[in-house]
């Protein structure tokens, strides 16, 4: 799959929940359970067979995070290499993306918006210039956003933005330095349920 730029609400619609790509939620929420298309309105779901339930899931953590599937195997052989439950590694190396950080930390409102960001070279990495999405950072690591494009319009209001994001534990933002820093490893508490790592994990180990 490659990375779908399509309707953000038939994605969520889909599969019966909001996978986080629009910034609206109550726009998303009001046709969630009726399925996209021309029958969509008496389209009813089935239960699907084990293989189905573990390829929606896999799809589900691919949309959410704009993964191709060839990047999202190479993540997932990864947390089958490390030591301990593979589903939390596989969340672990997904939340530490570049990306995603920027957007957990508040200075975005959708993964998509924050990869654009990176990739326009807005922020640092320790002082440093990053514009790679898929970076993963480390503890102690600090993304701050470039001097140079702090005036721009899209930080206009980031200041109380900051201070207002609703955090995971992992990540520390000091709103005045309009920056963030990674002071844990990703917890299982603040992991997303939007998809099941479980199933995920099953699909490709049967592969």
């Known amino acids: 799959m490659g990375r779908y730029i399509g309707p953000k609400n038939k994605i969520a619609r889909r599969f019966g929940v909001n996978l986080g790509l629009k910034t609206n939620a109550s726009k998303v929420a009001r046709r969630l359970s009726q399925m ?7 389209k009813r779901k089935g239960a699907g067979s084990s293989f189905g339930k573990q390829l929606n899931e896999k799809q589900k953590a691919k949309y959410v995070y704009g993964l ?39 200075f975005a409102v959708t993964r998509a918006q924050a990869r654009q960001m990176v990739g326009h070279n807005m922020f640092s990495l320790n002082g440093k210039k990053m514009n790679i999405p898929s970076h993963l950072v480390k503890v102690g690591d600090e993304i701050s956003i470039k001097e140079t494009k702090t005036k721009k319009k899209i930080f206009e209001k980031i200041t109380e933005t900051l201070e207002k994001a609703n955090l995971p534990s992992w990540i520390a933002v000091d709103s005045k330095k309009k920056s963030a820093k990674i002071t844990n490893q990703p917890s299982e508490a603040d992991f997303d349920r939007v998809f099941d790592v479980k199933l995920i994990i099953e699909y490709y180990s049967q592969r």
């Open 36 to 42: 996209p298309g021309v029958h969509g309105p008496t």
């Open 68 to 106: 191709r599937e060839r990047q999202f195997r190479k993540y997932v052989e990864e947390a089958i290499r490390q030591e301990g439950d593979s589903g939390v590694n596989l969340q672990r190396l997904l939340e530490k993306r570049m990306d995603n950080v920027v957007f957990r930390a508040g």
